[in-house]
Nanobody, 129 residues
Framework: QLQLAETGGGLVQPGESLTLSCATS????????IGWFRRAPGKEREGISC????????DYADSVKGRFTVTKDTAKKTVYLQMNRLKPEDTANYYC??????????????????????WGQGTQVTVSS
């Protein structure tokens, strides 16, 4: 069972930045595609980003495109979500999820939560002045 652990959440003011980490000790981490999802209070879970197993393919929801960047450090077995110019509407619990994909270029997040087999416990991000 692949175990994921998100860290890096916190309380920030609008316009500030945070970097979330999604770490695992799995030896085969480089074979997994990673997705980032979030759930705001009273709202449905939203897929916001993904990165392919090899790290060469990334994609972003329109709501975060241009502000968030996802990267993968295979040596550290960690995926990062750099979040810049945070807005109050970014307030949510953020989750990373992993799947062993059918191809090295696989990267899906929109409506793709059911594709992912392994989930972290989440980390809270609050953007408020």
């Amino acid at each position: 069972q692949l175990q994921l652990a998100e860290t890096g959440g916190g309380l920030v003011q609008p316009g500030e930045s945070l970097t979330l980490s999604c770490a695992t000790s799995a030896v085969t981490f480089d074979l997994y595609a990673i997705g980032w999802f979030r759930r705001a209070p009273g709202k449905e879970r939203e897929g916001i980003s993904c990165i392919s197993s090899g790290g060469s393919v990334t994609d972003y929801a329109d709501s975060v495109k241009g502000r968030f960047t996802v990267t993968k450090d295979t040596a550290k077995k960690t995926v990062y979500l750099q979040m810049n110019r945070l807005k109050p509407e970014d307030t949510a619990n953020y989750y990373c999820a992993a799947v062993w994909p059918i191809s090295g270029s696989w990267c899906q997040y929109s409506g793709a939560a059911s594709e992912y087999d392994h989930w972290g416990q989440g980390t809270q991000v609050t953007v408020s002045s």
